[in-house]
């Protein structure tokens, strides 16, 4: 495991000073998170879910997050998401890379934050550009090959400035699969089945509709 930088620390408290006032949340269901080697699979409906989510979990939880290549660009901030944990993947195409670093991550006994949906699907709304949202089988794949606790999160769509945030993380996803990888199929399969199991923690089904 990685040791936790003094940094970290210093920004999960001070940072989370502000984002609890500005973004004050309720969380449920800790209780429920493996200590170690964790995969932490939210539907993704605001740019603050990372940060929300990541602050609720404790300051020793050891967390990586799987974060868009943009974010990255701006040397210094990049920079600084590095040395938070965090890693840039690259969308719309397999990132080998980003993809080797997840399983590092989790083989080391370490946690990873993970959005199935790959981008931000606004206000449950479950359509990106015009088509129903739905997991990518990487995060399955992941999970497979690591032996990961996958582990569905629910997060309250709409963000307003100082409305409280539902954050609930549910039990962990028991994946179905044939031989040691399973089938492209079948990590579809689980794949869309944690997505739906964090949505339902939230009353929904996968695109928004209540459950």
Same mark, same amino acid.
């Given at each position: !495991?990685?040791?936790?930088?003094?940094?970290?620390? $210093?920004?999960?408290?001070?940072?989370?000073?502000?984002?609890?006032?500005?973004?004050?949340?309720?969380?449920? %269901? /800790?209780?429920?998170?493996?200590?170690? #080697?964790?995969? /932490?699979?939210?539907?993704?409906?605001?740019?603050? +879910?990372?940060?929300?989510?990541?602050?609720?979990?404790?300051?020793?939880?050891?967390?990586?997050? !799987?974060?868009?290549?943009?974010?990255?660009?701006?040397?210094? *901030?990049?920079?600084?998401?590095?040395?938070? %944990?965090?890693?840039?993947?690259?969308?719309?195409?397999?990132?080998?890379?980003?993809?080797?670093?997840? $399983?590092?991550?989790?083989?080391?006994?370490?946690? /990873?934050? $993970? *959005?199935?949906?790959?981008?931000?699907?606004?206000? #449950?709304?479950?359509?990106?550009?015009? /088509?129903?949202?739905? =997991?990518?089988?990487?995060?399955?794949?992941?999970?497979?090959? @690591? #032996?990961?606790?996958?582990?569905?999160? *629910?997060?309250?769509?709409?963000?307003?400035? *100082?409305?409280? @945030?539902? $954050?609930?993380?549910?039990?962990?996803?028991?994946?179905?699969?044939? %031989?040691?990888?399973? @089938?492209?199929?079948?990590?579809?399969?689980?794949? +869309? #089945?944690?997505? =739906?199991?964090?949505?339902?923690?939230?009353?929904? =089904?996968?695109?928004? @509709?209540?459950?």
């Amino acid at each position: !495991m990685r040791p936790i930088s003094f940094l970290y620390v $210093i920004a999960y408290y001070l940072v989370g000073l502000v984002v609890h006032i500005l973004h004050p949340t309720t969380v449920e %269901g /800790l209780e429920r998170l493996p200590k170690g #080697g964790a995969l /932490l699979c939210p539907n993704h409906s605001s740019n603050w +879910d990372p940060v929300l989510v990541a602050l609720r979990l404790p300051v020793n939880y050891r967390l990586h997050v !799987m974060a868009k290549e943009e974010l990255f660009r701006f040397r210094p *901030f990049g920079w600084l998401l590095r040395k938070l %944990g965090a890693f840039p993947v690259s969308r719309g195409d397999s990132d080998v890379h980003a993809v080797k670093t997840a $399983i590092q991550a989790l083989k080391a006994g370490d946690n /990873l934050l $993970i *959005f199935p949906e790959g981008t931000v699907v606004r206000d #449950g709304v479950g359509y990106i550009d015009g /088509l129903p949202a739905h =997991a990518k089988g990487g995060v399955a794949m992941i999970g497979v090959r @690591t #032996g990961a606790a996958l582990v569905p999160v *629910f997060v309250d769509g709409e963000k307003r400035p *100082f409305r409280r @945030t539902r $954050i609930i993380f549910g039990e962990p996803y028991e994946p179905h699969y044939t %031989g040691r990888r399973g @089938t492209a199929e079948e990590m579809q399969k689980i794949a +869309d #089945g944690v997505l =739906a199991a964090a949505y339902a923690l939230g009353g929904q =089904a996968v695109g928004g @509709t209540p459950l």
